[in-house]
């Protein structure tokens, strides 16, 4: 089954959104995780009916905090494959703040 069609089967249970994340490892198996957390009740967003929107803005700050993090271990000549990161988020804030849209959502056809 690929995420089309898992998505579809999400959205005929019910949800009129559903999010998938994946990453392709070669040779090894597929992990599945949960965290539950409670609803807050409160509407948060910037774009209320554009998740396409929203999802471009959190990926792109996180990419561009991620990409920070690694630059700043280089520049310091460590290798960033080597060790665990110390994520540098406060030095990532206006990344956060204001976002460069590097990815953008693709609507399925």
Known sequence: ????????ILHAAGPPMVVLTS???????????KIVIPKI????TKYPDNLDKAAELAVSSLQALLQRTINDYKSAGHDPKSSSLE??????QNDIRNPEIKFRAERYT
């Open 23 to 33: 990453i392709i490892s070669m040779g090894l198996s597929p992990e599945q995780f």
């Open 41 to 44: 009740p409160a509407y948060f």
């Open 87 to 92: 994520i540098r988020l406060i030095q990532s």
């Open 1 to 8: 089954m690929d995420g089309r069609e898992a998505c579809n």
